[in-house]
């Protein structure tokens, strides 16, 4: 089956960008939308945006649109979320999550399964 | 899309049932008849995993004492016999647009 595996913690300085990846295996992977939530330390979880590799054009959410930028890579079917200047409330828990849905019942965006394991990033001077 | 979940905690003895509810500020049912909505669970320093997608539907390998119903705005999930694996967070979600909102989150403690 499917699985997502993500890159190793991070820690950065306020100000500075930071790039998580998440690499999937075990099944098809242009067709299918990757997506990116996170969650701060305790609290809920908050859609970044998405993009289905095949068309490579992401969608972000309001609240991260001038700061996020989120690429697909084909030829490693590896999804990268890049967070640019940073600021402390961006420590928070990224995942990625994929969108399984095909078929012609599908909308552009359904349900999210698999999901990574997680990618802690800490912004700390 | 605002979601707005209740209760935010719930502490329930193991073999009882247990049920939360989800509203959202518009309607989740397209003209498809297919309803954008879905239950995560997030277990303790788990990420979320699916229990239900399109409103109503078990994911594999879900057990069957969960259970989804709702349309339109409000949605319920369901624990038949509440067991000691089913503790963390639960989560709806709304893909009917973007950007794409989650509930606020539901605690089931056990007692």
Redesign the interface.
Known sequence: QVQLMQSGAEMKKPGSSVRVSCKSSGGAFNSYTI?WVRQAPGQ????MG?IMPILGRP?Y???FEDRVSITADTSTSTVYMELSRLKSEDTALY?C?R?P?SGN?C????????????TLVTVSS | IVMTQSPLSLSVTPGEPASISCTSSQSLLLSTGYTYLSWYLQKPGQSPQLLIYFGSNRASGVPDRFSASGSGTDFTLKISRVEAEDLGVYYCMQTLQTPITFGQGTRLELK
Do not use: I, S, V
Not at chain 1, 44 to 47: H, I, K, R, S, T
């Open positions: 997506n809920g979880l908050e859609w998405a969608t959410g309001p609240m995942f999550a969108d849905c019942h909308g552009l965006y359904n349900w999210f399964d698999p999901w990574g394991q997680g």
